[in-house]
């Protein structure tokens, strides 16, 4: 008997010492991915993109472009939009030349509407996430004057909750200037 005693408790201290040690890397790691999720939360809520900020803008400017694709089918576009002008310019396969560089006139209304669309996306900024190579990225800056009030990288360090960033600015581009972006993204 003293000796079945012995045996158990040399099974149940290896076990015991195991659980233990299983059970503090968990918490560990349980620890670590709430702290990470309460930075990212308090992170987003300090820096998410409010309306106020939109309102204030002179300038907001979305950049694209398809990564590191050789001619021909590289493309580089930027949409700037001011309170009365939208203007789209398209650079192709590495050329310093623009492609396309065409502007047209904004009403308030269609500005208003155009700040009400981009607010929809929820945009935040996250923690800086390296992107790797060679992928394609959209960037949104915002301006007051020559003052940024905003900047991020979607999937960067800028994350955009609902729908796609470039549709706020598709929306608000005549159909003709539209039409060339769809045309050089789907490459027709």
Do not use: C, W
């Not at 706020?168 to 993204?185: G, H, Q, T």
Request: glycine share 6%; charged share 25%.
């Amino acid at each position: 008997m003293h000796m079945m005693k012995k045996m158990k408790l040399f099974f149940l201290v290896p076990t015991l010492f195991f659980v233990s040690v299983a059970g503090s890397f968990a918490r560990n790691e349980r620890t670590d991915l709430l702290t990470e999720y309460f930075y990212a939360a308090n992170e987003d809520k300090a820096t998410s993109l409010p309306y106020s900020t939109l309102q204030q803008a002179t300038r907001i400017e979305y950049y694209s472009d398809n990564g590191t694709v050789p001619p021909p089918g590289r493309y580089f576009f930027k949409i700037k939009v001011t309170k009365d002008k939208i203007r789209l310019t398209i650079y192709k396969d590495y050329e310093e030349r623009a492609a396309f560089d065409k502007s047209a006139h904004l009403t308030q209304q269609q500005y208003q509407q155009f700040l009400r669309n981009l607010i929809r996306h929820d945009i935040r900024k996250i923690k800086y996430t390296d992107p790797g190579d060679g992928g394609g990225s959209s960037t949104l800056k915002i301006y007051k004057g020559s003052s940024k009030l905003f900047e991020g990288t979607e999937d960067v360090d800028m994350h955009v909750g609902k729908g796609m960033l470039l549709n706020s600015f598709l929306i608000a581009l005549p159909n003709s200037m539209a039409k060339e972006v769809k045309k050089l993204i789907l490459g027709k």
